[in-house]
């Protein structure tokens, strides 16, 4: 979606020119179903806080679900997020929730029973699902301080497991079906994974009102109180949390693809802007300081694109030349601290226009904040790489 025929794309580089000729058509079809189905209305679902749940049949036509991707380059899966996030990040972020953390934990983690019972629903969006972490106190050290509990039971024989405590911030966590929650084990003090069914007595979720970013994004408060969960709802291929460090890797590269898209979004709402709109008698372009402006968000646009491309690179090649943590980690810090700079420009570009959302840049500028701090802080994301190029830990 470039925002003013005639000019050069945002992919000044053009480095959607690696796809094949499949995935390039496909990137089209998602376009033109974005630009039809969800950039007219996505401001008004942001005003409004509403999900728009009734595209989701059409979402799931499109054939972009988890499994779907697989026959596809990560270059390709990138861009998809790229360009989700670029008509409306709120969006992006239910897709990457559900079909990069739910179904692919479930394709990762999953039993036999679990993916015959749940997968082809999950993956046609006949059901939706979330993922259930973080917690009220803790969010980047919840790994190590968790404290919603799972205490194993038997019954007649019959294991179960017996669920306490809270998560907060759980992305499609008002109405999604199943949870892939996270508890101590209160036997042994490992972490372990549930498929959670969000009907089950004891569950209570709570949206949580007024937030100033990604609010089409219904995030919930769940609160658990003694939920009997059945054994065959435990996640087998899950002993402990760093079993899932590929799909925290994982992840972490998507939302570091969601500060890509979040800088096209800006640079072709900025671009378009400073085309039209007349001030001195002359377009707002003409201006050296716009373009100077326009020119830097360019460049870390282009720059984060370039570091997403490379990291696409090395998970295509697989093996010991895959995305370190380490990598994703410092690609994640680097494009979400050029996004940040790139939609303030943007911004700046469009002045007291830039903060409403009529005229999309105050949505943008926003919904950045949440970028720049879920899947891992910016801090976080930082020492890792920090640990990783010095060899000493700065994290407690």
Not at 36 to 59: C, G, M, Q, R, S
Not at 166 to 187: E, P, Q, S, V, Y
Not at 303 to 313: E, K, T
Not at 352 to 377: L, Q
Request: with cysteine; proline share 3%; aromatic share 8%.
């Amino acid at each position: 979606m470039d925002a003013v025929p005639g000019l050069p794309k945002a992919d000044f580089y053009d480095f959607e020119s690696a796809l094949t000729e499949p995935e390039a058509a496909k990137l089209a079809q998602l376009r033109e179903f974005l630009a039809a189905e969800v950039a007219p209305y996505a401001t008004e679902w942001w005003n409004n806080a509403d999900f728009p749940a009734h595209i989701l049949p059409k979402i799931a036509a499109l054939g972009l679900a988890a499994p779907d991707r697989r026959r596809y380059s990560h270059l390709f899966t990138g861009l998809v997020v790229a360009e989700m996030t670029r008509t409306d990040t709120s969006l992006a972020t239910f897709f990457l929730v559900h079909h990069d953390l739910f179904v692919q934990a479930l394709i990762d983690f999953g039993s036999e029973d679990q993916k015959q019972r749940l997968l082809q629903d999950a993956i046609a969006l006949n059901s939706t699902g979330a993922f259930a972490l973080t917690e009220p106190d803790h969010g980047s050290d919840v790994a190590g301080g968790m404290v919603t509990t799972a205490r194993r039971v038997e019954d007649d024989g019959v294991t179960s497991w017996v669920l306490n405590g809270a998560k907060r911030w759980i992305g499609n966590g008002t109405f999604c079906d199943h949870m892939l929650l996270w508890a101590k084990d209160a036997g042994t003090g490992e972490v372990r994974g549930f498929i959670l069914d969000a009907s089950l007595p004891g569950v209570t979720r709570t949206k949580i009102e007024h937030k100033i970013a990604l609010r089409t994004v219904q995030n919930a408060h769940i609160v658990l109180d003694n939920v009997r969960v059945a054994e065959r709802d435990r996640f087998s291929g899950i002993g402990s949390f760093s079993d899932t460090n590929k799909l925290l890797r994982a992840s972490r590269i998507s939302v570091a693809w969601q500060a890509v898209g979040q800088q096209l979004a800006a640079f072709d709402v900025a671009r378009a802007y400073a085309v039209e709109r007349q001030q001195f008698g002359k377009p707002l372009a003409s201006f050296q300081l716009i373009q100077a402006q326009l020119v830097k968000m360019l460049g870390n646009a282009t720059s984060s694109l370039a570091m997403m491309v490379r990291i696409a690179g090395l998970q295509d090649r697989g093996g010991d030349a895959d995305a370190t943590m380490a990598q994703v980690a410092l690609a994640k810090a680097h494009t979400t601290a050029a996004m940040r700079e790139t939609v303030s420009l943007g911004r700046s570009i469009l002045g007291g226009n830039g903060i409403v959302t009529d005229y999309r840049m105050a949505k943008i500028f926003a919904d950045a904040e949440a970028i720049y701090t879920y899947e891992g802080s910016h801090e976080i994301n930082t020492l890792i790489a920090g640990r990783a190029i010095t060899g000493v830990s700065a994290i407690v």
